[in-house]
């Protein structure tokens, strides 16, 4: 490995374990606003703000990089829909109707395994044995942390229709991953999310307007509402998505997507800290699994040389 390889490697790393840090609370916002911000409408304030923000940090990117994105406008539009139109609406609406536990858990769970099964069916990308085997025990980590250590509460386990959103939204993040690999060559991250903000809003408009005819709700714009609001403009969608975007052009999409298993650690942690909920032995086991899962999924093997 190359002194460059090596250095792509621990930065992508790096920034993708920043984005799992700042979207962890993301799970904790889609349950606990969801009483008081409708699904759709909560994605497009998201998004409507965090278009807002990158703005006039993009423009001038997207600006010279136009003419490339409406020759790609195909890729855009499906990459935008799957990445910030779909994922986060279906993952408010599961909000509605199961714990934030399960929307991390669920969704950390799932993910990983769509990206690597469209890398590899779709996409073709060579996935190597070590990657497999890590992210099979980031998923029986995953799955201990469901289970509490108990083998009775595992087998009790059902899926509600909040967990299937969940899966739902998993999905649409698995294949906004593999899409995000294939980016137009001359397109920089700030030109393809600033791209990527605005199709995947002005995508969203419809439904929102169809969602107030539906459920008309009047939105209290408080302390709670406004700073979660934020939260989710400026560190889940503006630093997280650059972060991870970055990420997966470093180190591959289906290895940048097996970070999304710590995401559930971070929400233990932040449960414990803000909420005072209780940290046991299953979550520091668990946790242990998922992290060796990561080391082991990000060994590269060494190159066989040819020798005459």
Same mark, same amino acid.
């Given at each position: 490995?190359?002194?460059?390889?090596?250095?792509?490697?621990?930065?992508?790393?790096?920034?993708?374990?920043?984005?799992?840090?700042?979207?962890?609370?993301?799970?904790?916002?889609?349950?606990?606003?969801?009483?008081?911000?409708?699904?759709?409408?909560?994605?497009?304030?998201?998004?409507?703000?965090?278009?807002?923000?990158?703005?006039?940090?993009?423009?001038?990117?997207?600006?010279?990089?136009?003419?490339?994105?409406?020759?790609?406008?195909?890729?855009?539009?499906?990459?935008?829909?799957?990445?910030?139109?779909?994922?986060?609406?279906?993952?408010?609406?599961?909000?509605?109707?199961?714990?934030?536990?399960?929307?991390?858990?669920?969704?950390?769970?799932?993910?990983?395994?769509?990206?690597?099964?469209?890398?590899?069916?779709?996409?073709?990308?060579?996935?190597?044995?070590?990657?497999?085997?890590?992210?099979?025990?980031?998923?029986?980590?995953?799955?201990?942390?469901?289970?509490?250590?108990?083998?009775?509460?595992?087998?009790?386990?059902?899926?509600?229709?909040?967990?299937?959103?969940?899966?739902?939204?998993?999905?649409?993040?698995?294949?906004?991953?593999?899409?995000?690999?294939?980016?137009?060559?001359?397109?920089?991250?700030?030109?393809?999310?600033?791209?990527?903000?605005?199709?995947?809003?002005?995508?969203?408009?419809? /439904?929102?307007?169809?969602?107030?005819?539906?459920?008309?709700?009047?939105?209290?714009?408080?302390?709670?509402?406004?700073?979660?609001?934020?939260?989710?403009?400026?560190?889940?969608?503006?630093?997280?998505?650059? /972060?991870?975007?970055?990420?997966?052009?470093?180190?591959?999409?289906?290895?940048?997507?097996?970070?999304?298993?710590?995401?559930?650690?971070?929400?233990?942690?932040?449960?414990?800290?803000?909420?005072?909920?209780?940290?046991?032995?299953?979550?520091?086991?668990?946790?242990?699994?998922?992290?060796?899962?990561?080391?082991?999924?990000?060994?590269?093997?060494?190159?066989?040389?040819?020798?005459?």
């Amino acid at each position: 490995m190359t002194f460059n390889n090596k250095s792509n490697t621990i930065t992508g790393i790096g920034l993708a374990v920043l984005a799992a840090v700042i979207w962890s609370g993301n799970f904790i916002i889609a349950r606990s606003i969801s009483p008081i911000v409708p699904p759709v409408t909560l994605a497009f304030l998201r998004w409507f703000f965090a278009t807002v923000i990158i703005a006039p940090i993009a423009w001038n990117k997207f600006q010279q990089e136009k003419q490339i994105i409406w020759q790609h406008k195909g890729y855009f539009i499906l990459t935008s829909f799957m990445g910030f139109t779909c994922y986060n609406v279906f993952l408010y609406i599961a909000g509605h109707y199961t714990t934030a536990i399960n929307l991390a858990l669920i969704g950390s769970v799932a993910a990983p395994i769509f990206a690597v099964i469209i890398a590899k069916i779709i996409f073709k990308e060579h996935v190597p044995l070590q990657r497999v085997i890590g992210l099979a025990l980031c998923i029986i980590g995953i799955i201990t942390l469901i289970a509490q250590g108990s083998l009775q509460r595992l087998i009790t386990f059902r899926f509600a229709i909040g967990d299937l959103w969940s899966l739902l939204g998993a999905l649409t993040f698995a294949i906004y991953n593999n899409l995000t690999k294939y980016k137009p060559k001359g397109v920089s991250d700030l030109g393809f999310l600033f791209t990527g903000f605005t199709f995947g809003t002005s995508m969203l408009v419809p /439904f929102v307007i169809a969602e107030h005819i539906i459920i008309p709700t009047s939105i209290p714009f408080n302390v709670t509402v406004v700073s979660n609001v934020a939260y989710l403009s400026i560190g889940c969608s503006v630093l997280s998505y650059l /972060f991870w975007n970055r990420s997966i052009h470093l180190i591959g999409p289906s290895r940048t997507v097996l970070f999304g298993n710590l995401i559930p650690i971070f929400s233990t942690i932040e449960a414990v800290v803000l909420l005072g909920e209780q940290f046991t032995s299953i979550h520091i086991i668990s946790g242990m699994i998922v992290l060796i899962g990561l080391v082991i999924a990000n060994i590269t093997p060494p190159k066989k040389t040819l020798t005459n």
